[in-house]
């Protein structure tokens, strides 16, 4: 079956007309010819070879410029792909807390300023001393806070209670394990009987 347009004035331009071929009844009948005996499927033996052009200047100096910061590319890949999740952990962090004080609780702000107001003091009264300036304004600060929020005081002073017991814990099993093997192996010479 053949499709054939019709050509003549634009309006039958558009009209299509079938038109069906067949063989003619007085030829003699040829035998089916193979796929691979087609000269479209055959590929010619040796005839074709790849041959690589030669590089301007330009792709040269280009390669050579991607081989020399391929070190730094994919360093700044692994560093992004490190620190994405904690970008994102800080944004969520931000805008939380940028959505709890637009919309604060009553008193939250008055709060945070007698907070605030306590860390300076501790400040001022820790002139002189490093230790104190470490000491003074987290502990002000901390009894300013907690006398507003009891409760979570209340937990962070046994979560930090609990911290601070097995630290000082592990602590004495490092001492311990080191007195054991420095002091009291028997053919030490801090222990043995002609030192004493």
Same mark, same amino acid.
């Given at each position: 079956?053949?499709?054939?347009?019709?050509?003549?004035?634009?309006? @039958?331009?558009?009209?299509?007309?079938?038109?069906?071929?067949?063989?003619?009844?007085?030829?003699?009948?040829?035998?089916?010819?193979?796929?691979?005996?087609?000269?479209?499927?055959?590929?010619?033996?040796?005839?074709?070879?790849?041959?690589?052009?030669?590089?301007?200047?330009?792709?040269?100096?280009?390669?050579? @410029?991607?081989?020399?910061?391929?070190?730094?590319?994919?360093?700044?890949?692994?560093?992004?792909?490190?620190?994405?999740?904690?970008?994102?952990?800080?944004?969520?962090?931000?805008?939380?807390?940028?959505?709890?004080?637009?919309?604060?609780?009553?008193?939250?702000?008055?709060? @945070?300023?007698?907070?605030?107001?306590? $860390?300076?003091?501790?400040?001022?009264?820790?002139?002189?001393?490093?230790?104190?300036?470490?000491?003074?304004?987290?502990?002000?600060?901390?009894?300013?806070?907690?006398?507003?929020?009891?409760?979570?005081?209340?937990?962070?002073?046994?979560?930090?209670?609990?911290?601070?017991?097995?630290?000082?814990?592990?602590?004495?099993?490092?001492?311990?394990?080191?007195?054991?093997?420095?002091?009291?192996?028997? $053919?030490?010479?801090?222990?043995?009987? $002609?030192?004493?």
């Amino acid at each position: 079956m053949v499709i054939q347009r019709a050509v003549g004035p634009a309006s @039958l331009s558009l009209l299509t007309f079938k038109v069906y071929a067949s063989p003619k009844k007085d030829s003699p009948h040829k035998a089916s010819v193979k796929v691979n005996e087609l000269s479209l499927y055959s590929v010619p033996e040796g005839q074709s070879k790849y041959v690589e052009e030669p590089r301007t200047p330009l792709e040269e100096s280009i390669s050579h @410029l991607r081989h020399y910061c391929e070190p730094y590319t994919s360093w700044c890949q692994e560093t992004y792909s490190q620190t994405k999740p904690k970008m994102q952990s800080l944004v969520q962090w931000g805008l939380g807390s940028y959505d709890y004080l637009q919309n604060a609780p009553p008193g939250f702000f008055p709060r @945070l300023g007698v907070i605030g107001f306590a $860390g300076i003091v501790g400040l001022l009264l820790a002139r002189g001393s490093k230790i104190k300036k470490l000491v003074y304004p987290p502990g002000f600060m901390g009894l300013a806070a907690s006398l507003y929020y009891p409760q979570q005081a209340i937990v962070f002073v046994q979560v930090s209670g609990e911290k601070l017991y097995d630290w000082g814990l592990r602590g004495y099993i490092v001492i311990e394990d080191l007195w054991k093997e420095n002091f009291q192996k028997p $053919g030490n010479v801090k222990n043995s009987p $002609g030192n004493k």
